[in-house]
């Protein structure tokens, strides 16, 4: 019988010897150094497979960019000839521009500077400065000079921004600022030493109510003498202007002066989306001097600092001993009434009419406390109460236009004509034409039927800056900037891009027809893409009408005559065809540069091959393989030689100016994204209107 075992000790496992402990930590750690040794290995592996790729990519890129570089040099040099031509005649046309703008301005015998003459600005703007007005009508005509100059130096500064020369463009707005707080400060200071004098300009009742309209500027000031409770109203027959005022203001011994000046100074410094249309209406507040005495023939005045310029007293009025400064109305205070002419030349915006007050603080225009805002088109007037005074204007936004739903641009004169339209639908009751020639571009005389308002400004020829200018007062502003793309979820385009495809797509203006592009919001930033179709059948002036050219880029034929092709600028690398056309489901991907495969795959497609402009891309791809000659795409991607003739012979200042034209209109940024317009095929009467 076997021995009986002990349960307890069946349980328990032998204690490993040191021996063996150590045997099982070296065979741990070596197989821990093996596979630390794989670990490197197969990432030096994957680090020399990634060398040898980015070598090959690099070697396989330089070779591509090269052969562009090439390409793109040689197309320059051909071309260097022609465009050179083309600078010479837009140079002398400038020239001859400039002579005759200096010739009209000597014989208007102005003493206005010229703004490119920086010593004879410097001069005017001393001079101005230290004049000490006690007439009236001559603090008005100087603030008319300086409204002249703000003109002139706006259009130089548009034309330095076209030339791309950033410092001469901060150096013009400069110059508006300055002219600006001028302005302020010769009307400050004759006002007052107007009432400096307030007595000797009231009537017989002791009243004193003075007023003067001078083209485009008002003026009018009412001094409260007879501190009224009972007064509701301060007429000022001068400006047809009636002012209701609450009895803080009616038992102050105060000054009230209103201002209507045309222009908005604050639209550069303005924070937010708004901008003032049909001018600005200033509203203040004034300290009175402290009043005269006779004594037997001789009339004593105490001469303060407010004999050589004005002080403004808020609103709400502070209770005396409060520092206006910093005092702030617990209530808030009863609005002023206000009911005046309108200017009629205004676009207004559709919907209820937005009047703002100009809040310093925050460098931005608040509808915060206007209330009533209407304006009578019949009788013309104006009408609003506010709770706040200093700068009034009906506002509206800087993008009210934006982003355009379509544009176009189409020959109008024929075969071998010099002149073009440029079409934009920005949501109004009919698409603006602007008609171009040699030198200049002009509204077509149709919008003012359409418009009235426009009717002095239709068919007036001026150059593109200039009519873009007297568009936004005209409340039609069509001049984007940077920061107006925030507001319509516009998505910026890279200047010099978007300027280069502008300028090229200028030179084909006479041959072509061009309209914007589905895709375009879509591409990369430094990507602008535009479809143009080559005019081919000139009998009785071409299909270059509108309503064919809205035939022909809804149908969108990718071969045949009047087939649509898409182009794109690469940034400032050059143009290429891109397969981008409004019917396709979405934006066709180029090959980029960042693998082996897609640097090889650039180099094996016509999509995207760069080329120095239109004109040299418009000879058709350089890519020559048997696959590509044996198949539809080089006759489909090339004009005929008679068109490419034609373009070279376009007219090189009609070319210029709608250059300019559709730089100015940024219409590679500010057109509709993809997402917010049917494709073409979807969506063929975004034009319907017009051919209507």
């Known amino acids: 019988m076997a021995p009986k075992t002990d349960p307890k000790a069946k349980g328990k496992k032998k204690k490993k010897t040191k021996e063996e402990l150590e045997e099982e930590r070296r065979l ?12 490197r290995r197969l990432e030096e592996e994957e680090r020399k ?13 330089g070779v591509h960019l090269g052969a562009e570089a090439d390409r793109v040099n040689a197309e320059k040099s051909e071309l260097e000839s022609l465009l050179g031509q083309f600078a010479l005649e837009r140079s002398k046309a400038e020239e001859q521009q400039k002579q005759d703008w200096e010739w009209n301005r000597f014989l208007s015998c102005t003493y206005i500077p010229h703004p490119q003459d920086r010593v004879a600005m410097s001069d005017f703007i001393a ?42 463009e901060t150096m013009f707005c400069k110059d508006v600022s300055t002219l600006h707080e001028l302005v302020n400060t010769r009307i400050d200071r004759v006002t007052a030493h107007i009432l400096h004098y307030a007595d000797e300009h009231a009537n017989d009742k002791g009243e004193v109510q003075l007023g003067l309209k001078q083209d485009d500027f008002q003026w009018a000031v009412w001094v409260n003498t007879s501190k009224n409770p009972r007064m509701k109203t301060v007429d000022m027959p001068q400006l047809q202007m009636v002012v209701e005022i609450p009895k803080q203001i009616a038992l102050a011994p ?36 402290p009043p005269s005495k006779k004594v037997k023939q001789w009339v004593l005045r105490q001469v303060t600092p407010l004999a050589y310029n004005v002080s403004r007293i808020p609103y709400p009025i502070p209770p005396a001993g409060a520092d206006p400064l910093t005092y702030k109305s617990e209530e808030e205070p009863p609005p002023l009434g206000f009911t005046l002419p309108f200017t009629n030349d205004v676009v207004l915006p559709e919907g209820p009419l937005q009047v703002g007050w100009w809040d310093a603080k925050e460098n931005a225009w608040s509808t915060q406390g206007v209330t009533d805002a209407a304006y009578d088109a019949g009788s013309e007037t104006l009408s609003l109460h506010s709770t706040h005074i200093g700068p009034l204007a009906i506002i509206q936004s800087r993008a009210r236009l934006l982003p355009y739903r379509m544009w176009s641009v189409r020959p109008t004169g024929g075969r071998n004509g010099a002149t073009a339209a440029v079409t934009l639908d920005v949501g109004l009751a009919e698409p603006l034409v602007f008609e171009a020639g040699p030198g200049y571009v002009q509204l077509a005389a149709q919008a003012g039927t359409t418009w009235p308002q426009l009717e002095q400004l239709a068919g007036r020829r001026m150059q593109p800056a200039a009519l873009l200018q007297a568009l936004s007062r005209h409340g039609l502003h069509l001049l984007p900037e940077d920061r107006d793309a925030a507001y319509v979820g516009m998505s ?87 397969d981008a056309l409004d019917k396709r489901e979405e934006l066709p991907a180029l090959p ?31 890519l020559q393989t048997e696959a590509l000659a044996s198949g539809p795409l080089p006759a489909r991607l090339q004009a005929t030689p008679e068109s490419l003739e034609l373009v070279r ?44």
Not at 137 to 143: L, P
Not at 260 to 281: I, S, Y
Not at 601 to 617: F, K, R
Not at 670 to 689: F, I, Q, T, V, Y
């Open 28 to 39: 741990a750690e070596e197989a821990a150094r093996l596979a630390e040794e794989e670990r």
């Open 49 to 61: 497979r990634l060398e040898e790729l980015e070598r090959q990519r690099q070697e396989l890129l």
């Open 592 to 622: 980029g540069h960042e693998t082996v495969e897609s640097v090889q795959a650039c180099m094996d497609t016509v999509w995207g091959e760069v080329h120095a402009n239109l004109m040299s891309l418009l000879k058709g791809p350089s």
């Open 254 to 289: 105060i000054a009230m002066r209103v201002q209507h000046r045309k222009g908005d100074e604050f639209f550069a410094r303005c924070t937010n989306e708004f901008m003032a249309v049909g001018g600005v209406l200033y509203v203040d507040l004034l300290s009175l001097p």
């Open 492 to 578: 910026l385009k890279e200047r010099a891009a978007e300027e280069a495809l502008c300028a090229d797509l200028g030179l084909l203006c006479g041959v072509f027809l061009i309209s914007r592009a589905r895709w375009n919001q879509a591409a990369k930033a430094e990507e602008c893409i535009a479809r143009i179709s080559e005019v081919l059948d000139w009998e009785e002036g071409g299909r270059t009408e509108q309503r064919h050219l809205e035939r022909i880029f809804s149908k969108e034929k990718e071969d045949g005559e009047r087939r649509v092709l898409a182009v794109m600028q690469r940034s400032t690398r050059g143009v290429a065809f891109c």
């Open 127 to 168: 001079m101005m400065q230290g004049v000490y007005d006690g007439v009236l009508t001559e603090a008005m005509t100087a603030a008319q000079d300086c409204y002249h100059l703000i003109d002139d130096c706006q259009l130089f500064r548009w034309k330095a921004h076209q030339r791309m020369d950033d410092d001469a």
């Open 649 to 692: 012979t376009t007219n090189p200042l009609l070319t210029q100016v709608v250059g300019q034209l559709l730089a100015l209109l940024r219409v590679f940024t500010s057109a509709r994204a993809a997402e917010e317009s049917a494709a073409g095929k979807s969506d063929p009467g975004l034009w319907d209107k017009v051919a209507a």
